[in-house]
């Protein structure tokens, strides 16, 4: 194996040990814990899981963790009306509904009803436009970890070839603003995208944010290319459980690139940490208190 392993997992517990020691310098600040508000409509297992999750690191951060659970058959109203009074409750910082939402429910309201100022999932369509626009706003968590995570292995991306392959609003458009942002050469695969492992094979980077397992081959991938496996698949493993592989075929890809994320271990645990962050942000904004970004 040549690659290096990019260990998201230490990263991320070192961003959120940052996180949890900005936290009591904003609690002695404000008076008060920074709020997350964490909306989970339905039953599905997997979203279960996500929640408990988001809610234990939250309150090891340090922050106020509000969990409002909501049965299945919630009208789209109902949910509104929840929203709008996590916007007006001024312990809550960001908000966070999980997706997916019940069939009745029309995701994209949701969304657009969250305050884009306690957006910390940065799926609103305000915060969407701003980070098309190269303004401030919240990024959304899984891309932006991706990032950070390429920053610290490459440093400077300017220039670099990068191929995202997935065009979803969660991580695959926003992934490719954050890289054009970096100054790279930024392509974007979908699922009509012709010849994609002669498109992968030109990259520097390569982001794999589709949701297939073992994808993406070692003869897609140029010698030396980072790669980075934002997918997260179950598959088979003989023992009634399964296991968890990503968007790559590890093993293989391990021997020709620079460097890989493993999965799991690698891009997950950014996305919770990432949560973290942005709602320390947001707390600091809601406060009218400065943070330093660049020390966290
Ligand atoms: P999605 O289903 O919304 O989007 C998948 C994208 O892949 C689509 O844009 C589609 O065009 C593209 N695609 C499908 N088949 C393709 C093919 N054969 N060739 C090229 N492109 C193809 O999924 P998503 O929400 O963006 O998530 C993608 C993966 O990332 C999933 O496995 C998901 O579980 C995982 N994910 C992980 C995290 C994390 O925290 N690590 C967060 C979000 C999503």
């Given at each position: 194996m040549s690659a290096a392993i990019i260990d998201g997992k230490g990263f991320a517990e070192t961003l959120r040990a940052r996180v949890a020691d900005k936290v009591q310098d904003f609690v002695a600040d404000a008076g008060r814990q920074p709020g997350l508000a964490v909306v989970l409509v339905g039953e599905d297992p997997a979203s279960g899981v996500y929640v408990r999750s988001k809610g234990r690191a939250t309150e090891a951060a340090g922050m106020a963790s509000f969990t409002h659970r909501l049965p299945a058959d919630t009208s789209q109203d109902i949910l509104l009306s929840l929203v709008r009074r996590l916007n007006a409750d001024p312990m809550v910082d960001g908000i966070l509904v999980q997706l997916p939402l019940p069939q009745q429910i029309d995701e994209n309201a949701v969304i657009a009803t969250i305050d884009p100022n306690k957006d910390v999932d940065g799926f609103h369509p305000v915060n969407a436009g701003r980070l098309a626009s190269g303004l401030d706003g919240f990024v959304p968590c899984t891309p932006l970890g991706c990032v950070m995570l390429l920053k610290d292995r490459l440093g400077d991306l300017s220039g670099k070839d990068a191929v995202v392959i997935g065009r979803s609003n969660i991580v695959g458009k926003p992934m490719a603003q954050l890289l054009l942002a970096e100054s790279c050469t930024v392509t974007i695969a979908h699922?009509?995208?012709?010849?994609l492992p002669a498109l992968v094979r030109r990259a520097d980077i390569v982001v794999a944010a589709v949701g297939r397992p073992e994808m993406v081959k070692a003869d897609w991938i140029k010698p030396g290319a980072t790669v980075i496996d934002v997918g997260i698949n179950r598959v088979d493993a003989?023992?009634?459980?399964g296991r968890l592989v990503g968007d790559v075929t590890f093993d293989e890809v391990a021997r020709v690139a620079g460097g890989i994320t493993p999965v799991p271990g690698g891009v997950g645990p950014m996305t919770i940490a990432v949560l973290l962050r942005n709602t320390l942000v947001a707390a600091h904004r809601n406060a009218g208190i400065p943070l330093d970004r660049d020390a966290i």
């Open positions: 699922s009509r995208t012709r010849d003989g023992d009634g459980k």
